[in-house]
């Protein structure tokens, strides 16, 4: 079935991994092996959350300012544009950040979701939302990230899972991807052949 959109991931996929997960974790007082911070913060009182929300707002803030676009980046979304391909964002970040590393680094995106709309990632939520926005089928969209939730989100939606493999801990995530690649720029190959 031909690719009709891909919906990216932004930290990490887009951007060079730039949030320092650890250091978060440390600084709300989490322990190392507390699991996914959104899901921490879910348990938590109110005092507790606000706290905790306004480190990960100041780590996320510096992110953005200090973001790099993966290489090949730009000339990838360019190239899905002109073949009619819809691009999508779908992130734990905030949107607003999101669209902030946008206008940072002059990029077009159709549609983007962050955790504020809905349930993030790894629930399929995000990805069936911008399938039907862009009126396609999830089979006929491809969801790239570099870590398991964008592969679980994928799975869960019935879409394509794409693995952007690099860093270390690819390898504990492949298994659950429909295709691995290196480089973003290797998005084209699939969405080619899929037609």
Not at 16 to 26: N, V, Y
Not at 132 to 158: H, I, M, N, S
């Amino acid at each position: 079935m031909p690719i009709k959109a891909v919906i990216f991931d932004l930290d990490g996929t887009i951007t060079r991994p730039c949030l320092d997960f650890d250091l978060i974790r440390e600084e709300m007082g989490l322990s190392a092996d507390s699991g996914p911070i959104l899901e921490s913060m879910e348990r938590m009182t109110i005092p507790q959350r606000q706290r905790v929300e306004e480190i990960l707002h100041r780590h996320e803030q510096k992110a953005v300012a200090e973001s790099k676009l993966n290489p090949g980046t730009r000339q990838t979304l360019a190239t899905l544009r002109k073949a009619g391909i819809r691009i999508g964002i779908l992130t734990r970040n905030k949107r607003s950040n999101a669209l902030a590393v946008a206008r940072k680094h002059n990029l077009k995106f159709d549609a983007v979701i962050g955790r504020e709309e809905g349930p993030a990632k790894p629930d399929c939520f995000g990805v069936l939302q911008l399938c039907r926005e862009f009126g396609v089928d999830p089979a006929q969209t491809a969801v790239v990230g570099d870590y398991l939730f964008d592969l679980l989100c994928a799975k869960a939606a019935g879409a394509v899972a794409v693995l952007l493999a690099n860093h270390n801990q690819a390898d504990d995530f492949a298994e659950h991807a429909d295709f691995c690649i290196e480089k973003i720029g290797r998005i084209i190959q699939i969405v080619d052949d899929s037609r």
